[in-house]
């Protein structure tokens, strides 16, 4: 059987649309098209179901997915094994958030350089689109927001991340706690709002948890860095939700003040996620148990 077609069946499978696997693979759709129906007519039965949006596994294409992935994957790590004996070193490629990789995850595997593992980093705050890289073999390990469906992908919980309602003193002397409690929407429609995204994602999240209702102002100031959300609180742009890890040290300089303290802090839990079966190689292994190690202390 072509290795080519099985590679093109199993991204297929792992994106679930014949679109993303063509983009992943830098092949043209009707080649991948091609290639999946060169494959069903060499075994005989289809493997894919067509739907509206993307494709659905058969029940033949579920088992020859299992079958085969974990055996690609090892002749992928074969090459780059080589290529890795070549320099002396191994190489680990880590996806996620860029703040939770830069100020967490990366400094906590720095220690493994010494023992010759070279690190290889790639920033995203879209979890689908960080698990499709790592289903496509683009990365070893991935830091996301929500644990991957399906038998391809494994992963465990890694850390909570508390979210905080923080703002510049100026306007917190202006609030009191209590107006907080009882008149979130109100309060967040009469102040500036700093966030991620025009759908204010952090914002609504807190206001769901501990307001019981969602916030009816936009932002004053979109960033997709939660460091720049940071630094523009700190100067006095509005109020934003923040994890602590990444305000605490503005909180204990007084940049930034917490408005609020609820009994149950809002959290988010992080996963870190594999590719089934890659966990059997040691550099990927001890990078994986390392970071859980670390992960007891955030």
Avoid: K
């Avoid at 703040?99 to 995203?124: H, M, N, V, Y």
């Avoid at 206001?207 to 004053?220: L, Q, T």
């Avoid at 939660?226 to 109020?239: D, K, S, Y």
Wanted: hydrophobic share 45%; glycine share 8%.
């Amino acid at each position: 059987m072509d290795l080519a077609l099985l590679r093109t069946f199993v991204t297929v499978h792992r994106a679930g649309s014949f679109t993303r696997a063509a983009a992943l693979l830098g092949l043209s759709q009707p080649a991948v098209t091609s290639q999946i129906r060169t494959l069903e007519r060499q075994l005989g039965r289809p493997l894919f179901l067509r739907r509206a949006r993307g494709v659905t596994p058969t029940t033949i294409g579920d088992e020859l997915a299992h079958r085969a992935a974990p055996h690609l994957d090892a002749l992928v790590e074969i090459a780059e094994t080589e290529l890795d004996e070549e320099s002396g070193v191994r190489t680990l490629h880590l996806a996620g958030p860029p703040e939770f990789t830069s100020l967490r995850a990366l400094p906590a595997l720095t220690p493994l350089i010494a023992q010759g593992l070279a690190l290889r980093s790639s920033f995203s705050a879209d979890t689908d689109e960080t698990l499709d890289g790592l289903a496509a073999g683009h990365h070893d390990l991935a830091v996301v927001t929500a644990r991957p469906r399906g038998g391809l992908l494994t992963a465990v919980p890694l850390c909570d991340e508390e979210h905080i309602l923080v703002a510049a003193p100026r306007w917190a002397g202006r609030l009191g706690p209590g107006t907080l409690r009882r008149n979130g929407p109100v309060v967040l429609e009469q102040l500036p709002v700093v966030e991620v995204h025009e759908s204010l994602p952090l914002v609504s999240r807190y206001w769901a948890a501990v307001f019981d209702s969602r916030p009816a102002a936009a932002g004053a100031v979109i960033t997709p860095d939660l460091r720049a959300v940071l630094e523009c609180t700190a100067a006095g742009a509005g109020l934003a939700v923040l994890p602590r890890y990444l305000c605490e040290g503005a909180l204990e300089r007084g940049e930034v003040v917490a408005l609020l303290d609820p009994p149950v802090p809002p959290l988010r839990t992080y996963f870190l996620a594999a590719r089934t079966g890659t966990l059997a190689l040691p550099h990927i292994a001890r990078a994986h148990e390392v970071l859980l190690r670390a992960a007891a202390d955030w």
